[in-house]
């Protein structure tokens, strides 16, 4: 019993596998022999996988000051640590170069991305994204100073605000006096400290430093992010600049070439600017949008609706003033480029008359060469003549070589004044109709 229970067993390892397999079956060890299992690392780079970004956390603490923190996320926490959804979190990623400037109005929360800055704005907080570039650093810090400015500012007001009440009716009328002055000469610092940007329309000369936390964040990425696009503008504009100089310079030359060179710079001076009044196009249409939306308009209140939860906004004038100030200026800078637009158009057409000027040349060079060598091929075939042995009255004449030289010479003579006044002999043709 037990032999045959061994010769089963022995029989359905070798037979099963080959009777219970279907037609089109492939044993897995022969598979391996001709395929290899890829490496998850090769299949997905180190570049993909790297998703963290370093943020830039603005609090407003009790006292009224700032608290500048950097922190490292993960792409896949911000959604959760930031409780924004990630559709509106792609819009406003910089790592995703597809999306133009975009102004989003959530509830409780301001979206921004302008092309140089993007930020999260939430009640006595902003994230910025990229703490290490220099436009964040720089709006941090306007951003900290400009607390700082508004806290002592404060704190001075409620000290002579103490003191007022101390004092005697006579000294309280002295003491107003000067302190008017005071507080005039110091809005005047003020708005002259406050004026970095050398912007003639400032919020603050509106507001007189009283602005919300969000509208100051607002304002300090607006203006830088307008003064990059003044710079790179300006950068544009000296490339432009250059390159004209450049070709001035060929003018003077016999055969005016236009090199390679100057047209691939063209060319992308051309698509940086196209680009950029992209983006220039992009920030005012979200502007304007804001601007006709009048519950965007109150929903960018934070501070207000946090403080008052009961009480409707009336008036949103200040940021209306802020957000047309920006409108304003955006409008001039796409003026300016309009204009070095209109200065790359010129100087197409310019490059346009040159290439006609040196096709032209090139034309009647051709012309020259193929008259030149059917006055030569006349001549030649003149000569050639003598060399075919064939019988004729000329050998036997004295005076043939002679009026053969001379009958070469003339013709070579009118063929080198014909060449070198073609435009007339062209003319001549064009007037007859010669075909």
């Known amino acids: 019993?037990?032999?045959?229970?061994?010769?089963?067993?022995?029989?359905?390892?070798?037979?099963?596998?080959?009777?219970?397999?279907?037609?089109?079956?492939?044993?897995?060890?022969?598979?391996?022999?001709?395929?290899?299992?890829?490496?998850?690392?090769?299949?997905?780079?180190?570049?993909?996988?790297?998703?963290?970004?370093l943020m830039q956390n603005i609090k407003v603490s009790d006292d009224g000051n700032a608290i500048c923190e950097q922190l490292?996320?993960?792409?896949?926490?911000?959604?959760?640590?930031?409780?924004?959804?990630?559709?509106?979190?792609?819009?406003?990623?910089?790592?995703?170069?597809?999306?133009?400037?975009?102004?989003?109005?959530?509830?409780?929360v301001i979206l921004l991305r302008t092309g140089f800055i993007s930020c999260i704005i939430r009640y006595n907080e902003a994230w910025l994204f990229e703490g290490s570039n220099s436009v964040v650093?720089?709006?941090?810090?306007?951003?900290?100073?400009?607390?700082?400015?508004?806290?002592?500012?404060?704190?001075?007001?409620?000290?002579?605000?103490?003191?007022?009440?101390?004092?005697?009716?006579?000294?309280c009328i002295d003491n107003e006096k000067h302190n008017t002055k005071q507080t005039n000469d110091f809005c005047n610092d003020e708005k002259e400290e406050l004026n970095y940007l050398n912007i003639i329309n400032n919020f603050y000369r509106y507001n007189k430093g009283k602005a919300y936390f969000e509208f100051l964040c607002l304002d300090i990425c607006m203006q830088l992010s307008i003064k990059e696009y003044e710079n790179d503008l300006e950068g544009i504009n000296y490339k432009i600049r250059d390159i004209i100089l450049l070709q001035r310079k060929e003018e003077n030359n016999e055969?005016?070439?236009?090199?390679?060179?100057?047209?691939?710079?063209?060319?992308?001076?051309?698509?940086?600017?196209?680009?950029?009044?992209?983006?220039?196009?992009?920030?005012?249409?979200?502007?304007?949008?804001?601007?006709?939306?009048?519950?965007?308009?109150k929903n960018m209140y934070l501070t207000y609706l946090k403080k008052n939860t009961y009480n409707d906004l009336k008036d949103c004038s200040d940021l209306e003033?802020?957000?047309?100030?920006?409108?304003?200026?955006?409008?001039?800078?796409?003026?300016?480029?309009?204009?070095?637009?209109?200065?790359?158009?010129?100087?197409?057409?310019?490059?346009?008359?040159?290439?006609?000027?040196?096709?032209?040349?090139f034309i009647l060079l051709n012309a020259k060469i193929s008259f030149s060598t059917l006055l030569f091929s006349i001549s030649s075939v003149v000569t050639s003549l003598f060399g075919m042995n064939l019988k004729n009255f000329v050998e036997d004449s004295n005076y043939a070589f002679t009026l053969v030289s001379i009958f070469v010479s003339v013709w070579s003579i009118i063929g080198i004044y014909a060449t070198k006044n073609i435009n007339t002999l062209l003319k001549f043709f064009d007037r007859y109709n010669f075909r």
């Open 1 to 53: 019993m037990n032999r045959w229970l061994n010769i089963n067993k022995c029989m359905s390892r070798i037979i099963h596998p080959y009777v219970l397999r279907p037609k089109n079956y492939i044993h897995p060890n022969w598979v391996f022999k001709f395929s290899t299992l890829k490496d998850e690392s090769k299949i997905f780079p180190k570049k993909n996988l790297n998703n963290n970004i």
């Open 72 to 108: 490292l996320f993960s792409k896949y926490d911000l959604p959760y640590v930031l409780k924004i959804p990630v559709s509106d979190l792609r819009l406003i990623d910089t790592g995703n170069s597809n999306h133009n400037p975009t102004i989003l109005i959530r509830k409780d």
């Open 137 to 171: 650093i720089n709006a941090k810090d306007l951003i900290s100073r400009n607390l700082k400015k508004k806290n002592n500012k404060s704190k001075d007001s409620n000290d002579e605000g103490v003191v007022e009440k101390v004092c005697d009716k006579n000294s």
């Open 255 to 297: 055969l005016n070439m236009l090199t390679n060179k100057l047209l691939r710079d063209m060319m992308k001076i051309k698509n940086n600017l196209q680009k950029l009044s992209n983006l220039l196009n992009a920030l005012r249409t979200n502007i304007e949008k804001i601007l006709d939306n009048e519950h965007d308009l």
């Open 321 to 361: 003033i802020l957000l047309e100030t920006h409108l304003q200026l955006t409008d001039e800078l796409y003026g300016q480029l309009e204009n070095v637009e209109e200065k790359i158009t010129h100087y197409e057409e310019l490059m346009r008359l040159n290439l006609d000027y040196n096709r032209n040349k």
